[in-house]
């Protein structure tokens, strides 16, 4: 999971520099001095003394380079522990060696060097895989969490376009050619209108391969502190789940799965204060709404199941405005009725937004009509092109997942 919200206090993050680099430090120290030397009392206090400057090194170092962004990808993660663990060693030693009373010649350069391979080995790759899992986790939790209630977070979850969004999956639409050049631009446009609309943005990390990883909101559905991880129904897509489900967790929501024979897309799910309308149609079947139903309703959650026949998704043909109205684009809608309140909306790109606000809302460029009529309603607008992602099928909806 990636952080690349609104700028973090400066604050925030030098505490979460230090807290991750003291976790990466320790780590590596204990594990060089249990994991190397079988944890042996008699030589423990011998080895500790000779890492403590190595530690010390590695906490400057590891806290430097979280500060400058070494969390937000992996490939960095690895490169900078790595880095660390090699400095930390060297200088530490030498540190060491030359506070022992030895003079510092070529023939112990060419030794501490050579304790890369012996007495260091460890210390560098515990230093290396701490940076990777635990200093990262503590990194993240303290970035995304700490100081801040979670629940009171309004946090919007995303993932990068794979590498072959062309070849996502097709329903209800014919095949066109998709400029990926130009979806990579409008996906950073749709995530900088949350950012500029005050919300904190969390990245999945991105899914090579996965062509349609990018519509994250079919992957999990979250109801307060409840994410319910989807089963997706086409069973190509099953795969995008399980980074999803770590982000999830790393947020500190409590998680519930969907489990197979029950498919359940997320785009299938629509909240309406208490109500959840869910669509029964080629992704979604009555096993997963059944489980659906189980999870939530001791939440105070009322399922309601709606057909879907003539769209990918429930919400590829309504959505919800902040009061509660439903709107629509008629013809891919099977029955308005269903609905307390229908809105019909002119334009078919029309039909989804995604709520920013009490006042405000987000919707696709390709419906000016449709923006016209929200606005006309009280509502601030804000819109994006996601012309590629529409080719797919998508809409403004689908590219997040939105805790409130």
Same mark, same amino acid.
């Given at each position: 999971?990636?952080?690349?919200?609104?700028?973090?206090?400066?604050?925030?993050?030098?505490?979460?520099?230090?807290?991750?680099?003291?976790?990466?430090?320790?780590?590596?120290?204990?594990?060089?001095?249990?994991?190397?030397?079988?944890?042996?009392?008699?030589?423990?206090?011998?080895?500790?003394?000779?890492?403590?400057?190595?530690?010390?090194?590695?906490?400057?170092v590891s806290a430097v380079f979280a500060l400058i962004g070494i969390y937000r990808f992996w490939y960095l993660r690895l490169v900078a522990g790595l880095v660390a663990g090699v400095v930390a060693a060297i200088v530490g030693s030498t540190v060491t060696v030359v506070t022992?009373?030895?003079?510092?010649?070529?023939?112990?350069?060419?030794?501490?060097?050579?304790?890369?391979?012996?007495?260091?080995?460890?210390?560098?790759?515990?230093?290396?895989?701490?940076?990777?899992?635990?200093?990262?986790?503590?990194?993240?939790?303290?970035?995304?969490?700490?100081?801040?209630?979670?629940?009171?977070?309004?946090?919007?979850?995303?993932?990068?376009?794979?590498?072959?969004?062309?070849?996502?999956?097709?329903?209800?639409?014919?095949?066109?050619?998709?400029?990926?050049?130009?979806?990579?631009?409008?996906?950073?446009?749709?995530?900088?209108?949350?950012?500029?609309?005050?919300?904190?943005?969390?990245?999945?990390?991105?899914?090579?391969?996965?062509?349609?990883?990018?519509?994250?909101?079919?992957?999990?559905?979250?109801?307060?502190?409840?994410?319910?991880?989807?089963?997706?129904?086409?069973?190509?897509?099953?795969?995008?789940?399980?980074?999803?489900?770590?982000?999830?967790?790393?947020?500190?929501?409590?998680?519930?799965?969907?489990?197979?024979?029950?498919?359940?897309?997320?785009?299938?799910?629509?909240?309406?204060?208490?109500?959840?309308?869910?669509?029964?149609?080629?992704?979604?079947? @009555?096993?997963?709404?059944? *489980?659906?139903? /189980? #999870?939530?309703?001791? %939440? $105070? &959650?009322? =399922? !309601?199941? +709606?057909?879907?026949?003539?769209?990918?998704?429930?919400?590829?043909?309504?959505?919800?405005?902040?009061?509660?109205?439903?709107?629509?684009?008629?013809?891919?809608?099977?029955?308005?009725?269903?609905?307390?309140?229908?809105?019909?909306?002119?334009?078919?790109?029309?039909?989804?937004?995604?709520?920013?606000?009490?006042?405000?809302?987000?919707? @696709?460029?390709?419906?000016? *009509?449709?923006? /016209? #009529?929200?606005?006309? %309603? $009280? &509502?601030? =607008? !804000?819109? +994006?092109?996601?012309?590629?992602?529409?080719?797919?099928?998508?809409?403004?909806?689908?590219?997040?997942?939105?805790?409130?």
């Amino acid at each position: 999971m990636t952080v690349i919200a609104r700028p973090v206090p400066f604050l925030r993050r030098l505490a979460a520099a230090a807290v991750s680099a003291i976790v990466v430090a320790a780590i590596a120290q204990v594990a060089t001095m249990l994991l190397f030397f079988g944890g042996q009392a008699s030589q423990l206090g011998q080895i500790g003394d000779f890492l403590l400057a190595s530690g010390l090194v590695l906490f400057v170092v590891s806290a430097v380079f979280a500060l400058i962004g070494i969390y937000r990808f992996w490939y960095l993660r690895l490169v900078a522990g790595l880095v660390a663990g090699v400095v930390a060693a060297i200088v530490g030693s030498t540190v060491t060696v030359v506070t022992g009373g030895t003079a510092i010649s070529a023939g112990v350069i060419g030794q501490l060097f050579a304790t890369l391979l012996g007495l260091n080995l460890p210390f560098v790759l515990a230093a290396t895989i701490a940076t990777l899992t635990a200093g990262y986790a503590v990194w993240r939790l303290v970035v995304v969490v700490t100081g801040t209630d979670a629940r009171s977070l309004r946090v919007a979850i995303v993932r990068p376009p794979a590498d072959n969004l062309a070849d996502g999956q097709l329903t209800h639409l014919e095949r066109s050619a998709i400029d990926t050049d130009l979806a990579d631009t409008q996906w950073d446009s749709y995530v900088a209108a949350f950012v500029d609309n005050g919300w904190d943005v969390v990245e999945v990390p991105v899914a090579s391969g996965q062509a349609d990883s990018v519509f994250i909101e079919d992957a999990v559905v979250l109801f307060g502190e409840l994410a319910v991880i989807a089963s997706p129904g086409a069973e190509s897509r099953r795969g995008e789940i399980a980074e999803v489900e770590k982000t999830v967790r790393g947020l500190g929501l409590k998680v519930a799965r969907i489990e197979q024979p029950g498919t359940l897309d997320g785009g299938d799910v629509l909240k309406v204060g208490k109500t959840v309308y869910v669509g029964r149609g080629g992704r979604t079947n @009555a096993e997963g709404i059944r *489980q659906l139903r /189980a #999870l939530v309703s001791p %939440l $105070g &959650y009322t =399922v !309601v199941a +709606v057909p879907v026949t003539k769209a990918l998704h429930l919400k590829s043909t309504v959505t919800a405005l902040p009061d509660g109205t439903i709107i629509g684009y008629p013809p891919v809608v099977d029955d308005s009725a269903i609905f307390e309140r229908f809105l019909a909306v002119p334009e078919a790109g029309g039909l989804a937004v995604v709520v920013l606000a009490a006042d405000t809302v987000l919707m @696709a460029s390709s419906a000016p *009509q449709s923006a /016209a #009529l929200i606005a006309d %309603l $009280g &509502y601030r =607008v !804000v819109t +994006v092109d996601i012309s590629e992602f529409e080719k797919l099928e998508g809409c403004v909806t689908c590219l997040s997942v939105r805790l409130r």
